[in-house]
């Protein structure tokens, strides 16, 4: 007789792990997703290469028409009033996305937008290089801009979510800030070698590092944020995007006379839309940049060092190859060079600034290096007036190169300065959107700095007229950063 079968005993359920991912709701601690855990505060290493590599590409894609300019416009057949917006479009782009992409990464997660960015980048640089009009390229470039604001601004947020507040913080952004200056360096240098060749050639290398970048980034970077709630502040965006093309609009066409009523109109918009930009950033429930910040004296400091950067420095700095090609009669890669002297001596001394943190405050750092880039640019007087290269004396170049160092020991002053200010004036969890601020002031003064250059370079105040006004801007710049000090 067959025995009944007995059901065997239900054997206890296996304890299920915990899942590795973060909500929304999760405190910040909780790796945010199965490769993360203690890897932020073991590898502060691979967070700091990595977001130094993605700021070198994006910083290079920057820089690399500065050399360029002449040789583009020929094969665009670009008019000469047009010139600026061959350089002003990425900064373009980086002005108006960088306070979004700021609260985007610190509400949504900085690693997330970081390779965004960098995917971003690389896709947008690559459509750059196949652009066969001025409007085709320009509109490339503000999409690689809005690319690379997702970059920085996530990097500097990824930065504090990985160094401790301290000496080891201070090391960090001064190194991130060394290869900004890398960056500027080594993009004109590319554009010069390979644009000898095809001007297209350089876009084509940044696109496929941007897309190497990426690939890194993904497999190294640990989540973090800091969520305040609300939607992203879509109307604050577009008020500045519009504000900010309206007068970059009036600047470049101010060259064929700023008395005109097109130009008034423009200016008269671009003063109407911030002014909404104002209103807008007071009822959002997560507005851009939050105004309660405007009281703090570190945190005006910083911005106002991000802003005259862009009008003194980036915007002589950005057309000085054109008028060095101009001047001296040399070729791109030539130019080049001589741009080398510049951004490698700021790369080098950005990255042994970090030295003087203890004993050096950012905002005096930043003085310092406004002083320096003013005493060097007034030393050129004189020497960029167009002449053919067989009229060049010796006593230009003994001129120029001096100027050239003491300019680049100023700017890599200014770019260790600037990240170390932009982290320091905003509390902890807000480090993209004191990144975002900064940056965004940068790029405005950049764009409007360009602008403004190009303009009276080109019209009868020549090159001397455009080195008074850099001269000038630096000089309201130092006693700007030095009279905002915190009261005690």
Do not use: C, K
Request: aromatic share 6%.
């Amino acid at each position: 007789m067959a025995q009944p079968v007995r059901p065997r005993p239900a054997r206890p359920a296996a304890a299920q792990p915990a899942p590795a991912h973060r909500t929304r709701d999760a405190p910040p601690h909780v790796p945010a997703h199965p490769r993360s855990g203690p890897r932020a505060a073991l590898r502060p290493g691979a967070t700091l290469a990595t977001t130094s590599a993605a700021t070198t590409v994006a910083l290079m894609n920057y820089t690399a028409p500065m050399t360029a300019v002449p040789g583009i416009s020929a094969a665009l057949a670009t008019p000469v009033s047009g010139r600026a917006w061959l350089l002003n479009g990425a900064p373009l782009g980086l002005a108006v996305f960088l306070l979004v992409a700021g609260s985007l990464a610190d509400d949504y997660g900085r690693r997330r937008l970081f390779l965004i960015g960098t995917l971003a980048l690389g896709l947008t640089t690559g459509l750059g290089a196949f652009a066969t009009t001025t409007l085709a390229f320009t509109l490339a470039r503000v999409a690689q801009g809005a690319a690379s604001a997702a970059i920085l601004a996530a990097s500097l947020g990824l930065l504090v979510g990985a160094f401790p507040a301290g000496a080891a913080r201070i090391r960090a952004t001064g190194i991130w800030g060394a290869f900004v200056s890398a960056g500027i360096a080594l993009g004109p240098l590319l554009a010069g070698s390979l644009g000898s060749v095809d001007w297209r050639l350089p876009y084509a290398a940044l696109a496929l590092a941007a897309l190497l970048t990426a690939v890194f980034a993904f497999r190294t970077l640990d989540e973090s944020r800091a969520p305040r709630g609300g939607r992203p502040d879509l109307a604050g965006a577009a008020t500045l995007g519009l504000a900010m093309t309206a007068l970059l609009i009036a600047l470049t066409l101010g060259r064929d006379g700023w008395l005109r009523a097109p130009i008034g109109l423009l200016l008269l918009a671009a003063l109407v839309l911030t002014a909404g930009f104002v209103a807008v950033e007071r009822r959002a429930a997560a507005p851009l940049i939050d105004l309660s910040l405007l009281r703090s004296r570190a945190f005006l400091a910083s911005s106002a060092g991000g802003l005259f950067t862009g009008l003194s420095v980036i915007g002589l700095f950005s057309f000085l190859p054109t008028l060095l090609q101009q001047a001296l009669g040399v070729s791109a890669l030539g130019t080049a060079w001589l741009f080398l002297l510049w951004s490698g001596t700021s790369f080098v001394v950005a990255l042994q600034a970090r030295r003087l943190a203890s004993r050096v405050t950012a905002r005096h750092q930043l003085a310092a290096g406004f002083v320096l880039h003013g005493v060097s640019v007034l030393s050129l007087l004189g020497t960029l007036d167009p002449a053919p290269a067989t009229h060049i004396g010796a006593s230009v170049w003994l001129r120029l190169l001096p100027a050239l160092v003491v300019a680049g020991i100023g700017s890599g002053l200014l770019n260790a300065a600037l990240p170390r200010l932009a982290v320091e004036s905003v509390p902890p969890e807000r480090a993209a959107m004191g990144s975002g601020a900064n940056n965004t002031a940068r790029y405005i003064g950049s764009s409007a700095g360009v602008a403004l250059t190009i303009a009276i370079a080109t019209t009868g105040s020549g090159a001397d007229g455009a080195l008074l006004l850099s001269v000038g801007l630096a000089l309201v710049a130092t006693v700007s950063v030095l009279s905002l000090r915190e009261r005690r």
